[in-house]
Nanobody, 125 residues
Framework: QVQLVESGGGLVQAGGSLRLSCEAS????????MGWFRQAPGKEREFVAT????????YYADSVKGRFTISRDNAKITVYLQMNSLKPEDTAVYYC??????????????????WGKGTLVTVSS
């Protein structure tokens, strides 16, 4: 059974930091690209960041460049999202994603094969 489980969400003040984690289980994701998307209330789900299986390639949405960092540990089959300098507009449910089509291809929501259930991040002003 394929499963992606996120953790690390919560409430933080603007300017603060959070680190999200996503652990994959059920099949090997070591060769899959992984990433993070988010969905704010009343908005569509959007791309945040993706990382290739080897960690050699990363992609970021313009809105988070310089503030968020994606990384992964293939031994633990876990992907992380370090979020710094958080803004109220970063408030959303953050979803972990995995796909065998490559990190660049999975920047599109409709290209993602596997989704986690999401973790809520709330940034207060």
């Amino acid at each position: 059974q394929v499963q992606l489980v996120e953790s690390g969400g919560g409430l933080v003040q603007a300017g603060g930091s959070l680190r999200l984690s996503c652990e994959a289980s059920g099949r090997t994701f070591r060769s899959a690209a992984m990433g993070w998307f988010r969905q704010a209330p009343g908005k569509e789900r959007e791309f945040v960041a993706t990382i290739s299986w080897s960690s050699s390639k990363t992609y970021y949405a313009d809105s988070v460049k310089g503030r968020f960092t994606i990384s992964r540990d293939n031994a633990k089959i876990t992907v992380y999202l370090q979020m710094n300098s958080l803004k109220p507009e970063d408030t959303a449910v953050y979803y972990c994603a995995a796909d065998h089509g490559g990190a660049q291809a999975m920047t599109r929501v409709d290209a993602v094969d596997y989704w986690g259930k999401g973790t809520l991040v709330t940034v207060s002003s």
